[in-house]
């Protein structure tokens, strides 16, 4: 059993998620991406400070991924703050729409977490998108995080079109795949979902998924294949080689792809807003 790498006479079985030392109970401080050692800790928190946030080190696809997201929705014209109607080109060419999807517009699987219906609805996935990203991001660099992005988002995009083939927008499905990664890892580090503020926020926004109008479908599937992304990942690394994580974030990519193609204009799932 490893020891503590600043209490040699306590043996422990959690190593710190940045630079893999042995901690004891005393050394840890949970984070989103798993416990931390004390120097690491004092790292995490410095680099939340205005002037990292600024340049942006170490977060670059999250950062692009919130001005793509920002600039479509200025683009789009119309900024209601909570009406919820998208609309415009950009929503019209872009949103996702599972019977136009069946005809040919493939991208809308994944041009339609990039577009948000009101300044309420992008601000709050903006936040929660940073406040994620950004962590899980500096965990396992910016290669990686693209592609469990890209594979919730995938997700996402499935399970809206499996609850409703009808317009559907936001990246709350990728959001939300975000914190399936994070609550894998948390658990995989030895922290109850709920020693961290990931617990209840997860549990907060599971229940808000289900008022008229959001797509719970969206949501639910982006945290399943966000939660599959992490345990993949691990497991990859673990046995693997250095191209079995890329690889199987390809494979779950491909997945959410053809799960979505499949129920694309299914005429037997609900058609709903």
């Given at each position: 059993m490893p020891t503590c790498y600043r209490h040699p006479a306590r043996e422990t079985a959690?190593?710190?998620?940045?630079?893999a030392r042995p901690i004891c109970p005393d050394c840890m401080t949970p984070t989103a991406v798993g416990m931390r050692c004390p120097e690491c800790s004092k790292e995490r928190t410095r680099v939340h400070t205005a002037r990292s946030i600024t340049a942006g080190h170490g977060v670059v696809v999250t950062q692009a991924i919130i001005a793509v997201c920002v600039v479509a929705f200025l683009a789009g014209g119309d900024v209601g703050v909570s009406d919820r109607s998208g609309s415009g080109w950009l929503y019209e060419n872009g949103a996702?729409?599972?019977?136009?999807?069946?005809?040919?517009?493939?991208?809308?699987?994944?041009?339609?977490?990039?577009?948000?219906?009101?300044?309420?609805?992008?601000?709050?996935?903006?936040?929660l998108l940073w406040f994620l990203g950004s962590e899980i991001e500096r965990g396992i660099g910016p290669g990686r995080f693209a592609g469990v992005y890209l594979a919730a988002l995938l997700g996402g995009s499935f399970?809206?079109?499996i609850q409703t083939q009808g317009w559907t927008v936001g990246a709350s499905g990728a959001v939300f795949g975000l914190m399936g990664y994070a609550l894998v890892e948390m658990r995989r580090n030895g922290i109850g979902i709920f020693q961290s503020q990931i617990g209840f926020l997860v549990l907060f926004n599971i229940a808000l998924s289900f008022r008229p109008g959001v797509s719970w479908g969206g949501h639910l599937g982006g945290l399943v294949f966000g939660a599959a992304a992490a345990l993949l990942l691990?497991?990859?690394?673990?046995?693997?080689?250095?191209?079995?994580?890329?690889a199987v974030l390809g494979l779950l990519c491909v997945v959410g792809l053809v799960g979505a193609l499949v129920v694309a204009g299914d005429p037997a799932l609900t058609d709903g807003t």
């Amino acid at each position: 059993m490893p020891t503590c790498y600043r209490h040699p006479a306590r043996e422990t079985a959690v190593a710190c998620s940045n630079c893999a030392r042995p901690i004891c109970p005393d050394c840890m401080t949970p984070t989103a991406v798993g416990m931390r050692c004390p120097e690491c800790s004092k790292e995490r928190t410095r680099v939340h400070t205005a002037r990292s946030i600024t340049a942006g080190h170490g977060v670059v696809v999250t950062q692009a991924i919130i001005a793509v997201c920002v600039v479509a929705f200025l683009a789009g014209g119309d900024v209601g703050v909570s009406d919820r109607s998208g609309s415009g080109w950009l929503y019209e060419n872009g949103a996702l729409n599972g019977y136009l999807v069946a005809d040919g517009d493939v991208w809308r699987l994944v041009t339609g977490g990039f577009l948000h219906a009101d300044l309420i609805h992008i601000g709050f996935n903006m936040l929660l998108l940073w406040f994620l990203g950004s962590e899980i991001e500096r965990g396992i660099g910016p290669g990686r995080f693209a592609g469990v992005y890209l594979a919730a988002l995938l997700g996402g995009s499935f399970g809206a079109l499996i609850q409703t083939q009808g317009w559907t927008v936001g990246a709350s499905g990728a959001v939300f795949g975000l914190m399936g990664y994070a609550l894998v890892e948390m658990r995989r580090n030895g922290i109850g979902i709920f020693q961290s503020q990931i617990g209840f926020l997860v549990l907060f926004n599971i229940a808000l998924s289900f008022r008229p109008g959001v797509s719970w479908g969206g949501h639910l599937g982006g945290l399943v294949f966000g939660a599959a992304a992490a345990l993949l990942l691990h497991e990859a690394g673990r046995r693997g080689p250095r191209w079995a994580g890329p690889a199987v974030l390809g494979l779950l990519c491909v997945v959410g792809l053809v799960g979505a193609l499949v129920v694309a204009g299914d005429p037997a799932l609900t058609d709903g807003t």
